[in-house]
C-alpha cells in the first residue's frame, strides 16, 4: 500500500523533534507557518518556531518523544488536513494522547509542507479568552 507523501513528512518532522534536528525540522514548515506552542501561544514563521521548539526541548528535558498512533488524511488540491492521534511524553510528561490536527500545503516544487501545527486540536477552543 503507497502511503501518503504527508504521512511521510509528518514520521520525518517526528524523528526531527525527538532527534532534536531543529534544521530538518524547519525544512518541513512554510515560511509562515503557525505552530501552536500551548493552548493560546501560537509561533508564527519559521524564526519563532525554531525558538519555540528549543524552548520545548528544555522543557521536556531534551527527553521529548513524539509518535502519531493514527492518521486521517483528508486532500483538497494543494491542501491536505490531517486529523491525528499523536502521542507526547518525556522524563517530566507521561505518555499521553492528543487529537491532533495539522495543515499542509503543496510547495510550487510539489513537497508537502506544514502551515498549520497543532497538536492540541479542539482543546485550544476558548484558550486565548
Not at 6 to 13: D, G, H, N, S
Not at 64 to 91: R, W
Not at 92 to 106: C, G, L, Q, S
Request: charged share 25%; net charge negative.
Amino acid at each position: 500500500m503507497n502511503r501518503h507523501l504527508v504521512e511521510l513528512q509528518i514520521e520525518k518532522a517526528d524523528r526531527a523533534i525527538v532527534a532534536e534536528d531543529f534544521e530538518t525540522l524547519m525544512d518541513i514548515y512554510t515560511d509562515n507557518a503557525v505552530l501552536v506552542v500551548m493552548p493560546g501561544v501560537n509561533a508564527v514563521g519559521k524564526a519563532q518556531i525554531l525558538e519555540a521548539f528549543k524552548k520545548i526541548a528544555v522543557y521536556f528535558k531534551n527527553g521529548l518523544q513524539v509518535k502519531q498512533n493514527g492518521l486521517e488524511i483528508l486532500e483538497s488540491g494543494n491542501t491536505v488536513l490531517v486529523l491525528a492521534k499523536t502521542i507526547v511524553s518525556g522524563p517530566n510528561y507521561p505518555e499521553t494522547e492528543r487529537k491532533a490536527t495539522y495543515v499542509f500545503e503543496k510547495s510550487p516544487n510539489g513537497e508537502w509542507l506544514c502551515s498549520i501545527d497543532n497538536s492540541y486540536g479542539h482543546d485550544i477552543i476558548g484558550a486565548s479568552e
